[in-house]
């Protein structure tokens, strides 16, 4: 099985902060990677998918990048709407694999 | 629109079974896998498996081989995911989600509480 390490697990960070969140896959997933974000009480909402295409409707402070093993979201400029819990997901293999989250706190 | 909707909230007794019920509506239900996954109180996300809707093909998170069942019936665009042998740590929001692409439709969840 493909296994998703997604770090960190938790991260402070002010309005206005420019974060990175990483994911690395422990063999090739290609670019069958995507983002999510998942607030209390809610399905996850996708964010971006195919490693680095943003969702309809999703602003454009999120991206996303990487290929392979190794892949990274970015929010450019946090919101107050950002804090969150984010998650990678690998599509590659049909068992699909989540990241362990990364929980965005304010500052 | 995509709708994906869940049975509600259950409540089990150890070593009971659940079963989910996940009603798709808005696309052609046989043409997209749907998959299961949950989520523990204060947890992350945990793949349970998928069933294909059009020839009934199921494959499981190894963790759960054995104790858990996917089935669907096609009249009605509803899938199902049964869970036996409850455990209290089985406690979580049940998930259905369809696998497309971009895969943004998901069930609104279903609480399943395990307690004695």
């Known amino acids: 099985d493909i296994q998703m390490t997604q770090s960190p697990s938790s991260l402070s960070a002010s309005v206005g902060d420019r974060v990175t969140i990483t994911c690395r896959a422990s063999?090739?997933?290609?670019?069958?990677l995507n983002w999510y974000q998942q607030k209390p009480g809610k399905a996850p909402k996708l964010l971006i998918f195919?490693?680095?295409t943003l969702q309809s409707g999703v602003p454009s402070r999120f991206s996303g990048s990487g290929s392979g093993t190794d892949f990274t979201l970015t929010i450019s400029s946090l919101q107050p709407e950002d804090f969150a819990t984010y998650y990678c997901?690998?599509?590659?293999?049909?068992?699909?694999?989540f990241g362990q989250g990364t929980k965005m706190e304010i500052k | 629109q995509v709708q994906l909707v869940q049975s509600g909230a259950e409540v089990k007794k150890p070593g009971a079974s659940v079963k989910v019920s996940c009603k798709a509506s808005?696309?052609?239900?046989?043409?997209?896998?749907m998959h299961w996954v949950r989520q523990a109180p204060g947890q992350g996300l945990e793949w349970m498996g998928w069933?294909?809707?059009?020839?009934?093909?199921?494959n499981f998170a190894q963790k759960f081989q054995g104790r858990v069942t996917m089935t669907r019936d096609t009249s009605i665009s509803t899938a199902y995911m049964e869970l036996s042998g409850l455990r209290s740590d089985d406690t979580a929001v049940y998930y259905c989600?369809?696998?497309?692409?971009?895969?943004?439709?998901w069930g609104q969840g279903t609480l399943v509480t395990v307690s004695s």
């Open positions: 989600a369809r696998d497309t692409p971009q895969p943004d439709d």
């Open positions: 808005g696309y052609t239900f046989i043409a997209y896998y």
């Open positions: 069933i294909n809707p059009n020839s009934g093909g199921t």
């Open positions: 063999q090739t997933i290609h670019s069958y």
């Open positions: 195919a490693a680095s």
């Open positions: 997901l690998q599509t590659y293999s049909t068992s699909w694999t």
